[in-house]
């Protein structure tokens, strides 16, 4: 069982720069590879990012490639989202999942524990 909690979600103006993280509970951190993904109102929840177990391979939704920046430090339980150049279409909230399985997904059905969310507000 792994528990997750997200948090650094706010208001910025466009242009400005946001770090989301993501907290995870339990030992077995670095077993899981991790993703965040966002809904946006009315809309379907979307990938964002995702990384590796060991932080050596990360992908990126075509939407976000060059402004956004998923990393991750097993020692201190920990994924983050640097976020940087915001726009209006990034409002959303953000989530965090994590798969137990080695290979990366952009697909919501493949993570088995999800976050509460944390609230993105990009003003224009």
């Known amino acids: 069982q792994v528990q997750l909690v997200e948090s650094g979600g706010g208001l910025v ?6 770090r989301l993280s993501c907290a995870a509970s339990g030992r077995t951190f670095s077993s899981y590879v991790m993703g ?10 979307e990938f964002v990012a995702a990384i590796s177990r060991s ?12 402004r956004f920046t998923i990393s991750r430090d097993n020692a201190k339980n920990t994924v983050y989202l640097q ?4 726009k209006p279409e990034d409002t959303a909230v953000y989530y965090c ?17 999800w976050g509460q969310g944390t609230q993105v507000t990009v003003s224009s």
């Open 97 to 113: 999942a994590a798969d137990h399985a080695p290979t990366l997904s952009i697909e919501t059905y493949d993570y088995d524990y």
């Open 83 to 86: 976020m940087n150049s915001l």
């Open 55 to 66: 932080a050596g391979n990360t992908y990126y939704a075509d939407s976000v490639k060059g």
């Open 36 to 45: 965040w993904f966002r809904q946006a109102p009315g809309k379907e929840r």
């Open 13 to 18: 103006q466009a242009g400005g720069s946001l």
